[in-house]
């Protein structure tokens, strides 16, 4: 039975300028054209839309959009390929999780008497953690911590906030995290605030993997679908 693009649309709330967006963008096949010359599509076509549409939620846009292509180019492999990676990212986030939660397990409590201090020196921020002026400087160079310089000494300069987020960066080291993988970690901290204020987001972040897993997993079966679909029209 021959669809039109108004019938694909209506399906999943979408426009039909949307439905030819993606027939353009190689995320539906080509459609088939009427004496007239109006676009015709068929039931291969609406798996192709309803695999899309539920691979967004868990691969995104981008990733959705290129692995229908690659289904639709009669490359399979590359499609799947492109669904390993996003299980690789999930995985991957999953591990920065679990280094954020082991490195504040593993944190001191500030001190109230520093909070909010500088502390001027490398040498005096070293002993106080511990490790030596030299790591201190490659942990810089590697972008993990950037102090200030005091103007008149043109000494280096931490604020608490560093000092803790180079007790978080030992931690992680220690966890056997390369400096560049830190560097990641404790951006990602930053975004979220002080140290202290990411644990009460640790279990949204969580549900959001979680919500992504399941999305992963869910979406699957519509690709299975579709590329049953798409094996028998190429057969």
């Keep these: 039975m021959a669809l039109r693009p108004i019938d694909l649309a209506r399906e999943h709330g979408l426009s039909t ?36 549409l539920a691979l967004l939620p868990g691969h995104g846009h981008r990733a959705a959009a290129a692995i229908l292509s690659a289904v639709n180019g009669g490359e399979p492999d590359v499609a799947l390929r ?9 995985a991957e986030d999953r591990r920065t999780l679990d280094a954020v939660r082991t490195a504040l397990e593993h944190l001191p409590s500030p001190q109230p008497a520093v909070a909010g201090a500088e502390f001027t020196g490398i040498g005096p921020v070293a002993r106080r953690l511990g490790l030596r002026p030299a790591t201190l400087r490659a942990w810089e160079r590697a972008g993990l ?27 992680l080291r220690r966890g056997g995290h390369g400096l560049a993988r830190t560097a990641e970690i404790l951006h990602r901290l930053r975004t979220v605030g002080h140290p202290e204020a990411v644990r009460p987001t640790l279990a949204a972040w969580q549900e959001r993997l979680t919500a992504r897993g399941r999305a992963l997993l869910s979406s699957a079966a519509a690709l299975h679908s579709y590329l049953d679909h798409s094996e028998g029209a190429q057969s």
């Excluded at 993606?22 to 995320?27: K, S």
């Excluded at 390993?84 to 999930?90: G, N, T, V």
């Excluded at 005091?150 to 604020?159: L, S």
Aim: proline content about 6%; glycine content about 6%.
């Design 145 to 171: 911590v950037t102090p200030s310089r005091d103007a008149r000494t043109g000494y280096r300069t931490y604020t608490s906030d560093q000092v803790r987020e180079l007790l978080i960066a030992e931690q």
């Design 82 to 90: 492109l669904i390993d990676e996003s299980h690789a990212l999930l």
């Design 17 to 52: 300028q949307a439905v030819r967006n993606y027939e353009e963008a190689g995320i539906l096949p080509p459609a088939d054209r009427s004496p007239h010359g109006y676009r015709q599509y068929g039931e291969r076509h609406a798996a192709a839309l309803r695999a899309f």
